[in-house]
């Protein structure tokens, strides 16, 4: 069963950086496209940012130019890099499989809130 474990959340002002992780058991995550989902209040849970499996990565046109998706294969972990943060990123962030890859059940995710 795979597994996903967030976090690097947590309160900053806008204009400030973040750095998300992502803890994958179960899977091999340079075998999946892997994705970072984010749901607001009230909102759906959104597609922000993807890497496949040949490291080609795609972004929500929101997010583009100031996250960045990586991952690091010895330790199985998909990161998200968040710069220039604005007070419409606060959500709730998660990772799971993309694109080509079906979903696995979700993890808690990691709460970003973006306030002065």
């Known amino acids: 069963q795979v597994h996903q474990v967030e976090s690097g959340g947590g309160l900053v002002q806008p204009g400030g950086s973040l750095r998300l992780s992502c803890a994958v058991t179960?899977?091999?995550?340079?075998?999946?496209?892997m994705g970072w989902y984010r749901q607001a209040p009230g909102k759906q849970r959104e597609l922000i940012a993807s890497?496949?499996?040949?490291?080609?990565?795609n972004y929500a046109d929101s997010v583009k130019g100031r996250f960045t998706i990586s991952r690091d294969n010895a330790k199985n972990t998909v990161y998200l890099q968040m710069n220039s943060l604005k007070p419409e990123d606060t959500a709730v962030y998660y990772c799971n499989g993309a694109r080509r890859t079906i979903a696995w059940n979700w993890g808690q995710g990691t709460q970003v809130t973006v306030s002065s």
């Open positions: 179960g899977t091999i995550v340079k075998n999946n496209d």
């Open positions: 890497i496949d499996t040949f490291g080609s990565t």
